[in-house]
């Protein structure tokens, strides 16, 4: 059994969820999901693009910000990550704030590209470290970007999967709902559901969360940890244990 | 032409209740005009973040020179959430005009193509729509065989784009490399006004490499030289962001009494030029 930690295991599971993507793209302030992203590219062996917000050597736009959601809306982008200040059980997304809106108690950023995103890329991966019953909502208070769309309206994308802390969910557009897949190493399905606000399945084969083996933990401490440091030094060394 | 002045000056051709095009973090905020325009005490602008807010969005909003806000977001990105935003907006004194990011680029595209709207896909089920009774949804016209609705977003024409850049030249041609976003701006604008790090000695337009980043001066209302002109904020491929600055001011924001002596400090201080 090889040591790893939260980071490592989160880093890893999600690149599990990437697999087989062509081009990953990576928002702001996301070391975990863009460490992730560059882990499925070294792993496809330079298959998967990778393409990072912020990083000008890891994003090939030359158009302005606006071709992000051109590429996205072409269907030129598979996979991309968002959190939630709430996310409910229908994969319902809210970026905007707590509280009867307009009058949020709580205000968050707002609802950014969601609204657009959500629609259009395939594999969206709802990322939250922190696995919270005010955070996984029963309804959220403001949606941003709604989870499932009504038949006849157009629709490519939406959200494929919700990762924790503590567990990883699949999300069925179909049903309109989440289904417990994995618990991480050392949690409790008892606890999952303690902890977790909205309903949700689960899945008759329920495992615990595939630890990453020695191979992908090498990645992420070399050539991972070393490309994510240019962006995020703070992360790459308390995380992943990388040299400044 | 172009009319070659100062940061003061840019900043009182902006007049009271302008519709101000702000571009967003890392891409050509004008930090030094803006606290020209926080000392001249402007009121009552109209901001449309192109798509997105920071620093530049917050601080307009605490120095109470702010009454309408179109954005997609406004945060301090690794410093947290930008505290007079949320204040604003929890305390009621601000409603902002709730938008998402392509939304807004969309907006200014129509209005450089003259257009009244642009149709997006997507955002149909998101409850900005129920706040943006000016966006609308129709039946895709082309569809003939099935309901398609799509959303409509109508064209952004600000009064003014302000923003900053490397260069310009004696012509008032500025160079803005490829930041595209803010050829849109200053296309949908009536009028530009820039901030640059430096004189471009020459014409840019006679070097083909640089003209293919160059804004015409046709567009280009005034140009004012600003050196460091995004610091505290930080000028992709030119310098950094000042981080102990940031953080101060991300402090500063979250409470009225912290803020207020932020505020005086930072808008008496001398112009950095």
């Known amino acids: 059994m090889t040591n790893f930690n939260h980071h490592e295991l989160l880093i890893a599971t999600m690149a599990r969820l990437l697999d087989g993507t062509r081009h990953i793209a990576v928002g702001v302030s996301s070391p975990i999901p863009a460490s992730a992203a560059l882990l499925t590219r070294h792993q496809s062996n330079g298959a998967t693009r990778v393409s990072i917000l912020g990083d000008p050597s890891n994003t090939f736009w030359s158009d302005g910000g606006k071709e992000l959601f051109d590429c996205a809306a072409q269907g030129r982008i598979d996979a991309f990550f968002f959190s939630g200040g709430q996310i409910d059980g229908a994969g319902n997304i809210n970026l905007v704030g707590i509280g009867d809106y307009p009058r949020s108690t709580v205000r968050f950023g707002g609802s950014?590209?969601?609204?657009?995103?959500?629609?259009?890329?395939?594999?969206?991966?709802?990322?939250?470290?922190?696995?919270?019953?005010?955070?996984?909502?029963?309804?959220?208070?403001?949606?941003?970007?709604?989870?499932?769309?009504?038949?006849?309206?157009?629709r490519r994308g939406g959200p494929y999967a919700l990762v924790t802390g503590k567990a990883v969910f699949h999300f069925d557009?179909?049903?309109?709902?989440?289904?417990?897949?994995?618990?991480?190493?050392?949690?409790?399905?008892?606890?999952?559901?303690?902890?977790?606000?909205?309903?949700?399945?689960?899945?008759?084969?329920?495992?615990?969360?595939?630890?990453?083996?020695?191979?992908?933990?090498s990645l992420i401490r070399g050539r991972v940890g070393r490309e994510i440091a240019a962006t995020y030094p703070k992360f790459a060394r308390e995380s992943l244990g990388i040299a400044a | 032409m172009t009319t070659w002045t100062t940061v003061d000056e840019v900043a009182s051709m902006i007049p009271d209740g302008s519709a101000l095009a702000l571009i967003r973090d890392g891409c050509g905020v004008a930090m030094s005009a803006t606290r020209a325009l926080i000392r001249r005490r402007v009121r009552d602008l109209r901001l449309v973040n192109v798509p997105t807010g920071g620093i530049q969005t917050d601080l307009l909003i605490g120095a109470g020179c702010v009454a309408e806000l179109e954005t997609s977001g406004v945060s301090l990105g690794e410093y947290g959430p930008a505290g007079r935003f949320a204040q604003a907006v929890t305390s009621g004194a601000l409603t902002p005009k709730e938008a998402t990011c392509p939304a807004i680029h969309a907006g200014l595209q129509a209005a450089e193509k003259g257009a009244p709207f642009l149709p997006l896909r997507g955002?149909?089920?998101?409850?900005?729509?129920?706040?943006?009774?000016?966006?609308?949804?129709?039946?895709?016209?082309?569809?003939?065989?099935?309901?398609?609705?799509?959303?409509?977003?109508?064209?952004?024409?600000?009064?003014?784009?302000?923003?900053?850049?490397?260069?310009?030249?004696?012509?008032g041609n500025v160079w803005v490399g490829r930041e595209r976003d803010l050829i849109t701006m200053a296309h949908a604008a009536r009028q530009t006004l820039v901030t640059v790090e430096r004189l471009y000695p020459g014409n840019l337009f006679d070097d083909p490499a640089l003209a293919a980043g160059t804004l015409s001066s046709f567009y280009v209302t005034a140009v004012a030289p600003a050196a460091e002109?995004?610091?505290?904020?930080?000028?992709?491929?030119?310098?950094?962001?000042?981080?102990?600055a940031l953080r101060a001011y991300a402090k500063a924001s979250r409470g009225n009494a912290e803020f207020a002596t932020y505020l005086a400090a930072y808008a008496t201080a001398p112009a950095a030029v």
């Open chain 1, 112 to 154: 950014y590209g969601s609204a657009f995103l959500y629609y259009m890329i395939p594999r969206i991966i709802l990322f939250r470290p922190d696995h919270d019953p005010r955070v996984l909502v029963p309804k959220v208070d403001f949606i941003s970007a709604a989870g499932t769309s009504p038949p006849g309206v157009w």
């Open chain 1, 173 to 217: 557009s179909n049903e309109g709902r989440f289904t417990l897949q994995s618990v991480h190493p050392g949690e409790t399905l008892p606890d999952i559901q303690a902890t977790t606000g909205f309903a949700f399945d689960v899945a008759p084969d329920l495992s615990e969360t595939e630890s990453p083996d020695a191979a992908t933990l």
């Open chain 2, 123 to 171: 955002i149909l089920g998101s409850d900005i729509l129920r706040f943006r009774p000016d966006w609308r949804v129709i039946n895709n016209p082309l569809n003939d065989t099935a309901e398609d609705p799509v959303v409509v977003i109508p064209a952004i024409t600000p009064d003014i784009a302000l923003f900053h850049c490397a260069m310009a030249d004696d012509a």
């Open chain 2, 229 to 244: 002109g995004c610091k505290p904020l930080g000028f992709t491929g030119h310098y950094g962001e000042d981080e102990d």
